[in-house]
C-alpha cells in the first residue's frame, strides 16, 4: 500500500525547507548531471513522475515544451505545484505511480526525480512508461542510489582509523526498508543497480547513460560539507530509450 508521506504535516514541513525544496532545481546538487542526461525538451510532449513541487515541469516548460504533465500521489505537494504554476501547457493530476496508466504512444520523455525509489511495483510501471513513450523517446531518472537504500540502519559509523565510513549491507536482499528520514518509518524500495538495470531492459528499454552522483571538486569548494559524499554514492541516474522509430 503507498505510504503517502509527503502528505503527513511533520515531514512535509521537514522536507519543505531543504534546499531543494526552497531553490528548486538549482539546490539540487545532482541536477547539472541529470540535465546533461535529457535530451531536448523543445516542442516535446513531458511526463514529470512524482512531480513534487514542479520545478522540473516549469523548467521543462520554460524550454519549450509542448505540453508537461506532472503526477503525484501527495496533495500537499500538488497544492504548491499548482500555487507556483502558470502556464496553460502544464497539467498537474493526482496519481499513485503503483496504479497509473497512460495513454500509449503519448509522450516524448518521461522524466522522474528521486520518486521511482518509493515504489514497489516499479517492473510495473516501467512497462507502462515504455508503452507510453513513442519509439525514440527517452527515459530519464534518478533514484536514491543502491549503495544508499541498501543497510538497514542506515547513517555514517567511524571507522576505527576515524574516517566515517556507510555500512553497506543487505545489498542483495532487495524490497522494503523502513528508515527515519525526516519522519519515523518511511518506507523506501531497495533495489540492486542490476536491478534497475534489468527492470529497464526486461521492458525493451535500451539503456543509454547510467551516473553515480557525488559531488565534484567545485562543488566540494563551494559546500565543503559534502566532501564526506564522496565516500559512496548517494544518487543513481539512469537515461534510457524506447527502441524502434
Ligand atoms: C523526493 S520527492 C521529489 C520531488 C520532485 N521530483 C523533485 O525532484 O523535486 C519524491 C516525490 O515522489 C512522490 N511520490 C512518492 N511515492 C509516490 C507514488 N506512489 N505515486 C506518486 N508519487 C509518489 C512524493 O509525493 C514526492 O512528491
Known amino acids: 500500500m503507498t505510504q503517502n508521506i509527503y502528505d503527513d504535516e511533520s515531514f512535509f514541513r521537514g522536507y519543505s525547507a531543504l534546499p531543494r525544496s526552497v531553490q528548486g532545481l538549482e539546490g539540487a546538487p545532482e541536477w547539472p548531471t541529470l540535465q546533461a542526461m535529457l535530451p531536448p525538451v523543445q516542442d516535446r510532449r513531458v511526463i514529470d513522475l512524482g512531480c513534487g513541487f514542479g520545478w522540473f515541469c516549469r523548467w521543462a516548460a520554460a524550454q519549450g515544451a509542448a505540453q508537461v504533465a506532472g503526477f503525484d500521489v501527495s496533495e500537499r505537494m500538488l497544492e504548491r505545484a499548482r500555487q507556483e504554476t502558470q502556464d496553460a501547457r502544464i497539467c498537474y493530476s493526482r496519481a499513485d505511480l503503483e496504479a497509473l496508466s497512460l495513454s500509449p504512444g503519448a509522450w516524448d520523455l ?3 526525480s528521486l520518486a521511482l525509489h518509493y515504489i514497489a511495483g516499479l517492473p510495473r510501471l516501467l512497462g507502462e512508461i515504455h508503452r507510453a513513450l513513442v519509439p525514440g523517446g527517452a527515459l530519464v ?9 541498501a543497510p538497514r540502519q542506515p547513517g555514517w559509523v567511524k571507522h576505527s582509523s576515524g574516517r566515517p565510513v556507510w555500512p553497506l549491507d543487505g545489498y542483495l536482499d532487495e524490497g522494503a526498508r523502513s528508515t527515519d528520514w525526516l519522519a519515523k518509518g518511511v518506507i523506501k524500495q531497495h533495489r540492486t543497480v542490476a536491478g ?3 527492470a529497464l531492459l526486461a521492458c525493451g528499454f535500451s539503456l543509454q547513460r547510467i551516473e553515480e552522483w557525488g559531488p565534484d571538486a567545485a562543488q566540494i569548494a563551494a559546500h ?3 566532501a564526506q559524499e564522496r565516500e559512496r554514492p548517494m ?3 539512469m537515461a534510457a530509450v524506447r527502441q524502434g522509430g
Open 110 to 112: 518521461a522524466y522522474s
Open 141 to 149: 531518472f534518478s533514484v536514491e542510489h543502491p549503495i544508499y537504500t
Open 196 to 198: 534497475y538495470v534489468n
Open 224 to 226: 565543503p560539507e559534502w
Open 235 to 237: 544518487f543513481l541516474l
